[in-house]
C-alpha cells in the first residue's frame, strides 16, 4: 500500500516540473498545496474512498483523478509527460538539499547548467558569484552541499539496507536451498549508512547466485564451510584495523567467536564495537562487555502527538508505548517558534497539560509526564519565558532553524541553552540529516563538559534519517562522563520503534544501560534529571 508520504512526494516533484517549466502559478502552487495536505493527513488515502479523498482540503476535482492513479499504479504520467522535456540531471539538481526549483531553472536557463556535477564545476570556476540572487557566500553554500552529496551518493540509510538484506536472505534460501546464512560486513557492525550488504553463506561449495538485480543496494557475497563460519564471521565482520589487532591465525575451525577472542586474551567484542576505536579501552579489564540492549529502555522520550506535528493522539502514542513493555511516555511536542509544525501556544500548553493529567487519571497502565521540545533561538535562549518552562516535568532543547553558523557562534548558541536552569535534555545535536544535511560544527569538548556541569542529558536521536550524536562523539562524550537519553524523536506510534536505531548507535560508542536515564524507571529518571 502506497503511503501518504510517497503520494505527496510525487505531488510536490510534479510541482517542481512545472515550475521549471513556466507552467500556469496556479496550476503550479495546487499541487504544492496538495501535496502539503497529503503529506500531513492522519488517515492513509489508499484506504479512503474516492469521496473521502475529495474531502481532503487542497484536493479537488481536477486532482483527484491524479491521486487515484497514484494509489492505483504508484505513479502517475502526467509527471511523465512533462519531465520528458526537461534534461534527466535537471531533476537530481532538484534533489540538493537548498536548490529549489526556481534556482534550478535559473542555472539552467542562465548558465546552462544541466546536472550537479556541471554545477560543481561551476562553483570550482566561480560563475555563480555574480549571478543575481546566489553571490559567494551562497555559492560556497552550494560547493559544500554538493561536495557532501557526491561524497554520499550511492550509501543507504542502515533500515534501508537491513530489510533489502532479509529479502535477499529469504530469496537465496528459497531458490538455491541454502540453509545458514548471516549477515556480516558494516550491515553487522550496524553502521549508520552503508555501501553495500556483506552476507555469508556457509556451504560446502560455492554456489552460483543469479538474479540480485531486485536489490538496489550491492551485494556481496562470502563463502564458508560450515566448520570455519564462526572464522569467517569474524574476519567479514570487523574493520580492517580492528582485525589487525588480532591474532587470528590457527582458529580457522574455532567454534564461535568468543573463542578467537578468548585465546587473543579477550572478552566478546560484540559487533557494533569492531571498529577500532572504543573496543580496547573497553575491554581492558577483562570484564565482559554490558552493552544497552533495546529491552533496557523503560521510558519513550520525545514523542510527538496531533498538538503538533504528529499523526496520533497523546493517549494513542500513551497506549503504543505501553504496549511496547515502556513505564512511562514523555510528550514532547513542539514549541511555539516552529509554527511551520504546529507549535504550541502558552495558552494551548495549558490545555494540553489538563489532558495530559485527565489520562493519568484515567490509569492506562503507563505513566505520562508533560514535556516540551523547545526551539532554541538563535542567541541560545528558548522561545517560553520562566514560568511556562518550569511547568513541564521534561524540557528538550533543540535547534531547527538558522542552521548556517560558524563553530564559534553554534557551540555558543547550544552552552547558552545548555546553561538555561529549565532544559533537562538536548535535542539532535548537530542537526545533520544522514546522506542529506551535514551537521553544524560543534566545540564538543566544551559541550560536553557543559553538559557534566549543568546536568543536561544528550539526546541520541534514533530517527533512522538523524542518529544524531554521531556514535563517535557518543563514545567521547561517555568516556568524559555525560548521561544520554535513547529518544525515537516519534511523530506517530510506528515512530516509536526507531527506538532500536538509537541503541544500535549507543552500542557502537560503548555506552551501557548506566549511562541512560531513560533506563530508569519513571521516579529515578525524574530525579536524575533534575536540576
Given amino acids: 500500500m502506497i503511503s501518504n508520504k510517497e503520494i505527496a512526494a510525487i505531488f510536490n516533484l510534479t510541482g517542481e516540473v512545472l515550475t521549471l517549466l513556466d507552467e500556469n502559478p496556479f496550476k503550479v502552487r495546487s499541487y504544492f498545496a496538495a501535496a502539503q495536505s497529503i503529506k500531513n493527513y492522519p488517515v492513509p488515502l489508499a484506504t479512503l474512498s474516492e469521496d473521502e479523498i475529495l474531502k481532503i482540503k487542497g484536493i479537488g476535482k ?31 539538481l532538484l534533489q540538493i538539499k537548498g536548490l529549489g526549483p526556481k534556482k534550478v531553472k535559473q542555472l539552467w536557463q542562465e548558465l546552462g547548467i544541466t546536472s550537479p556535477g556541471e554545477l560543481l564545476y561551476a562553483c570550482y ?27 554520499n551518493k550511492h550509501k543507504f540509510h542502515y533500515p534501508a539496507a537491513f530489510e533489502y538484506a532479509l529479502e535477499i536472505i529469504n530469496f537465496l534460501k528459497t531458490k ?38 531486485f536489490s538496489p543496494i550491492p551485494v556481496n557475497l562470502h563463502y564458508s564451510p560450515p566448520e570455519q563460519k564462526a572464522f569467517r564471521q569474524l574476519i567479514t565482520t570487523g574493520s580492517q584495523q580492528h582485525l589487525e589487532k588480532l591474532h587470528l591465525k590457527g582458529f580457522e575451525f574455532a567454534e564461535t567467536e568468543e573463542e578467537i577472542y578468548a585465546k587473543n586474551h579477550l572478552p566478546y567484542i560484540p559487533p557494533e564495537l569492531r571498529e577500532n576505536l572504543f573496543e580496547w579501552e573497553l575491554t581492558k579489564n577483562q570484564h565482559p562487555i554490558n552493552l544497552i540492549e533495546e529491552k533496557d529502555i523503560k521510558g519513550l522520550v520525545h514523542c510527538h502527538t496531533v498538538w503538533s506535528d504528529g499523526t496520533n493522539t497523546i493517549e494513542e502514542m500513551a497506549l503504543a508505548a505501553r504496549d511496547k513493555g515502556m513505564e512511562y511516555v514523555v510528550i514532547t511536542d513542539h514549541s511555539k517558534s516552529a509554527f511551520y509544525a504546529n507549535g504550541l501556544s502558552e495558552e494551548r500548553i495549558i490545555q494540553q497539560q489538563k489532558e495530559i493529567k485527565r489520562l493519568n487519571d484515567k490509569n492506562l497502565g503507563i505513566q505520562i509526564l508533560s514535556g516540551i521540545e523547545a526551539d532554541i533561538l ?19 532543547a533543540s535547534v531547527h532553524s538558522v542552521l548556517h553558523m560558524d563553530k564559534h557562534k553554534a557551540t555558543g548558541r547550544i552552552l547558552k541553552a545548555i546553561e538555561n536552569p529549565h532544559v533537562h535534555i538536548i535535542g539532535h545535536i548537530s542537526g545533520r540529516l544522514l546522506l542529506s544535511r551535514l551537521g553544524y560544527e560543534l566545540d564538543y569538548d566544551k559541550i560536553f563538559d557543559a553538559c557534566i556541569q549543568n546536568n543536561v542529558i544528550l539526546e541520541i536521536n534514533a530517527n533512522p534519517m538523524r542518529l544524531d550524536i554521531d556514535w563517535k562523539q557518543a563514545g567521547k562524550a561517555r568516556e568524559k562522563g555525560v548521561k544520554f537519553s535513547i529518544n525515537p524523536d516519534a511523530h506517530n506510534a510506528e515512530g516509536i520503534n526507531h527506538i532500536q536505531y538509537g541503541v544500535n548507535t549507543a552500542r557502537k560508542a560503548g555506552i551501557t544501560p548506566d549511562n541512560v536515564v531513560n533506563c530508569l524507571s519513571a521516579d529515578e529518571f525524574k530525579n536524575a534529571i533534575k536540576k
Fill in 125 to 151: 570556476e566561480n560563475r555563480l558569484v555574480d549571478l543575481k540572487g546566489f553571490g559567494q557566500k551562497t555559492q560556497e553554500k552550494i560547493q559544500k552541499t554538493l561536495e557532501f552529496y557526491f561524497q
Fill in 62 to 92: 481536477n486532482l483527484l483523478p491524479k491521486v487515484m492513479e497514484i494509489i492505483r499504479t504508484g505513479d502517475l504520467e502526467f509527471l511523465h509527460r512533462k519531465a520528458e522535456k526537461i534534461p534527466d540531471g535537471i531533476l537530481e
Fill in 176 to 213: 538455491y536451498n541454502l540453509e545458514q546464512i548471516e549477515i556480516t560486513g558494516v550491515l553487522r557492525r550496524k553502521c549508520e549508512t552503508v555501501k553495500h550488504i556483506d552476507l555469508l553463506v556457509c556451504s560446502e561449495q560455492e554456489v552460483i547466485i543469479e538474479n540480485l538485480d
Fill in 378 to 396: 538563535p542567541d541560545g535562549s528558548l522561545d517560553y519565558d520562566h514560568n511556562v518552562l518550569q511547568s513541564f516535568d521534561v524540557v528538550i
